[in-house]
């Protein structure tokens, strides 16, 4: 493989940072705003769930048809073409089918990071793959905290169409930027091209299979906390749009900082499963405290735990559903990976709103602890097995991790 210019990493990172900011934009006042619009919560919870219903279905098959074509480029371009129509059908106003098409849309628009990851990660050796998911971890954080700390910004400075409005705006950007990558060029020894028999090989793979569904929980608590029913919280502890802003930061900032160094500091140190496994516990402590919180600044500090706890086992998931396949089926696993974990993104919200609606919105917080103890417990069982087995699984992976 040629080396990869340095203004071509430059260019990628940019339209990473365009592609999760126009998709997040929203997301912080997005609950207030389908409850402004007379939603009741479990309807709101089908729409925030909606997002993740799309990827089940939708990422699979793209990284299998992005692994057979060999190209990532057409899929990038697609996913700043759908991030752009989503932001526009949330501003049609009238029915609530039309903020169920935009979250459907953006859902579509999720599904394409699939090739954002996989080129990334051609831009390294081929034991830097976790050290490669640890940076476009923190780009994937540092454009979804560059989009919602403008939302509450735009919705208090301006209206609560304008987050949607700039959404559109930052998407066309990286549209036009998007035509500009280009994917390094790779030997065919080293990219012979997926096969469909291929495919059964890579489902079969025991740590795709453990990490995506420890991923499944970990985003089932995501999506019912910080990316769904918080800012509906920070609302009924008196938080404004400033509030909301000082809640996002307090939660992206630190999930940033742990995504930065989890494969450099803790994961030579504690193993990957020790590392996973401390993340899932604060996580689960902390949003099982959220359903307790009534005063402001206590919310502000559980997401700011929150937020560091999960992105310590967030950027190894995201590595070690890699690790162990070839480089002609990593799209396919992926797909694979981010279609399974695509399941908590739909159920948890859909779940929580269903709970919230029967009693209350602290009942989704109490289930989302419930998923994070259930993470927890697989870990230690799996961690357990691996020592009885006497299977090297602490050292000899840090430095594939760290590169």
Same mark, same amino acid.
């Given at each position: 493989?040629?080396?990869?210019?340095?203004?071509?990493? %430059?260019?990628?990172? +940019?339209?990473?940072?365009?592609?999760?900011?126009?998709?997040?934009?929203?997301?912080?006042?997005?609950?207030? &705003?389908?409850?402004?619009?007379?939603?009741?919560?479990?309807?709101?919870?089908?729409?925030?769930?909606?997002?993740?219903?799309?990827?089940?279905f939708?990422?699979?098959?793209?990284g299998?048809?992005?692994?057979?074509?060999?190209?990532?480029?057409?899929?990038?371009?697609?996913?700043?073409?759908?991030?752009?129509? =989503?932001?526009?059908?949330?501003l049609?106003?009238?029915?609530?089918?039309?903020?169920?098409?935009?979250?459907?849309?953006?859902?579509?628009?999720?599904?394409?990071?699939? $090739?954002?990851?996989? /080129?990334?990660?051609? &831009?390294?050796?081929?034991?830097?793959?976790?050290?490669?998911?640890?940076?476009?971890?923190?780009?994937?954080?540092?454009?979804?905290?560059?989009?919602?700390?403008?939302?509450?910004w735009? +919705?208090?400075?301006?209206?609560?169409?304008?987050?949607?409005?700039?959404?559109?705006?930052?998407?066309?950007?990286?549209?036009?930027?998007?035509?500009?990558?280009?994917?390094?060029?790779?030997?065919?020894?080293?990219?012979?091209?997926?096969?469909?028999?291929?495919?059964?090989?890579?489902?079969?793979?025991?740590?795709?299979?453990?990490?995506?569904?420890?991923?499944?929980?970990?985003?089932?608590?995501?999506?019912?906390?910080?990316?769904?029913?918080?800012?509906?919280?920070?609302?009924?502890?008196?938080?404004?749009?400033?509030? %909301?802003?000082?809640?996002?930061?307090?939660?992206?900032?630190?999930?940033?900082?742990?995504?930065?160094?989890? $494969?450099?500091?803790?994961?030579?140190?504690?193993? &990957?499963?020790?590392?996973?496994?401390?993340?899932?516990?604060?996580?689960?402590?902390?949003?099982?405290?959220?359903?307790?919180?009534?005063?402001?600044?206590?919310?502000?500090?559980?997401?700011?735990?929150?937020?560091?706890?999960?992105? /310590?086992?967030?950027?190894?998931?995201?590595?070690? $559903?890699?690790?162990?396949?070839?480089?002609?089926?990593?799209a396919?696993?992926?797909?694979?990976?981010?279609?399974l974990?695509?399941?908590?993104?739909? =159920?948890?919200?859909? %779940?929580?709103?269903?709970?919230?609606?029967?009693?209350?919105?602290?009942?989704?917080?109490?289930?989302?602890?419930?998923?994070?103890?259930?993470?927890?417990? %697989?870990v230690?069982?799996?961690?357990?097995?691996e020592?009885?087995?006497?299977?090297?699984?602490?050292?000899?992976?840090?430095?594939?991790?760290?590169?």
């Open positions: 493989m040629n080396p990869i210019p340095v203004p071509q990493k %430059l260019l990628f990172t +940019t339209i990473t940072l365009l592609y999760w900011t126009s998709m997040y934009i929203y997301v912080p006042t997005l609950s207030p &705003y389908l409850s402004d619009r007379g939603m009741s919560l479990q309807l709101i919870g089908i729409v925030l769930g909606s997002y993740g219903f799309v990827q089940m939708v990422r699979f098959p793209l299998i048809l992005s692994d057979k074509w060999g190209k990532r480029k057409p899929f990038i371009i697609i996913g700043m073409l759908t991030a752009g129509t =989503s932001c526009l059908l949330f049609i106003p009238g029915m609530w089918i039309w903020p169920l098409a935009g979250r459907l849309v953006a859902g579509v628009c999720a599904s394409t990071w699939v $090739a954002f990851t996989v /080129l990334y990660a051609s &831009y390294f050796g081929a034991g830097q793959t976790g050290r490669a998911m640890g940076n476009i971890s923190v780009m994937t954080v540092s454009g979804q905290m560059i989009g919602m700390l403008l939302s509450g735009l +919705t208090e400075g301006f209206s609560e169409n304008t987050p949607f409005t700039m959404g559109a705006v930052i998407a066309g950007i990286g549209l036009l930027l998007a035509f500009m990558l280009k994917e390094p060029q790779l030997d065919k020894r080293e990219q012979p091209g997926m096969s469909f028999a291929m495919i059964k090989n890579v489902v079969k793979t025991k740590t795709l299979l453990q990490v995506s569904l420890l991923s499944i929980l970990a985003h089932g608590i995501l999506f019912i906390t910080m990316f769904g029913f918080t800012p509906l919280k920070a609302e009924e502890v008196g938080a404004g749009g400033v509030g %909301l802003t000082v809640v996002v930061f307090a939660f992206m900032l630190p999930h940033a900082f742990a995504s930065l160094v989890t $494969a450099r500091w803790f994961m030579p140190r504690f193993g &990957y499963w020790g590392t996973i496994g401390a993340g899932f516990v604060l996580s689960m402590m902390c949003t099982g405290a959220m359903a307790f919180v009534d005063s402001f600044w206590v919310l502000v500090a559980t997401q700011a735990i929150n937020g560091f706890a999960q992105g /310590l086992h967030m950027p190894l998931l995201l590595g070690l $559903a890699i690790r162990d396949v070839a480089l002609p089926g990593r396919t696993a992926m797909g694979l990976y981010q279609a974990y695509a399941i908590g993104m739909f =159920s948890g919200p859909f %779940l929580a709103g269903w709970l919230n609606e029967s009693w209350g919105l602290n009942g989704g917080f109490l289930f989302g602890a419930l998923l994070g103890a259930c993470a927890a417990l %697989l230690w069982v799996w961690a357990m097995r020592r009885k087995t006497h299977m090297p699984t602490q050292k000899a992976p840090a430095k594939e991790v760290g590169g």
